[in-house]
Nanobody
Framework: VQLQASGGGLVQAGASLRLSCVDS????????MAWLRQAPGKEREFVAS????????YYADSVKGRFTISRDNAKSTMWLQMNTLKSEDTAVYYC?????????????????WGQGTLVTVSS
């Protein structure tokens, strides 16, 4: 598994960012995928996930209505469009593949995590 997230940066509150996750080490379309994050001094948390076909999507309540997850299996790429960013969205964002039959909203269902990308939102 070789997952690489990119697209993070420093933005002001209210701005938008689009994160990308490229999978170069497996059959991308065979797995559900997720975005997860870890803020400084806090535990990791689930952000959003998407089924293998891209039809089914799940979001944490804290990002629902602001973030949109999507994927293109032909490009082995997943995205996270983040709008109306808030300071509490500041975190390192990771992408991960689903590792079995667990819930699409559980952290334990996704491993291993790829290399993360830092998103910093200034208020």
């Amino acid at each position: 598994v070789q997952l690489q997230a990119s697209g993070g940066g420093l933005v002001q509150a209210g701005a938008s960012l689009r994160l990308s996750c490229v999978d170069s080490g497996r059959t991308f379309g065979d797995n559900g995928m997720a975005w997860l994050r870890q803020a400084p001094g806090k535990e990791r948390e689930f952000v959003a996930s998407i089924g293998r076909s891209g039809r089914d999507k799940y979001y944490a309540d804290s990002v629902k209505g602001r973030f949109t997850i999507s994927r293109d299996n032909a490009k082995s790429t997943m995205w996270l469009q983040m709008n109306t960013l808030k300071s509490e969205d500041t975190a390192v964002y990771y992408c991960a593949a689903k590792n079995g039959h667990g819930s699409y909203i559980s952290l334990d269902s996704f491993s291993p995590w790829g290399q993360g990308t830092l998103v910093t939102v200034s208020s």
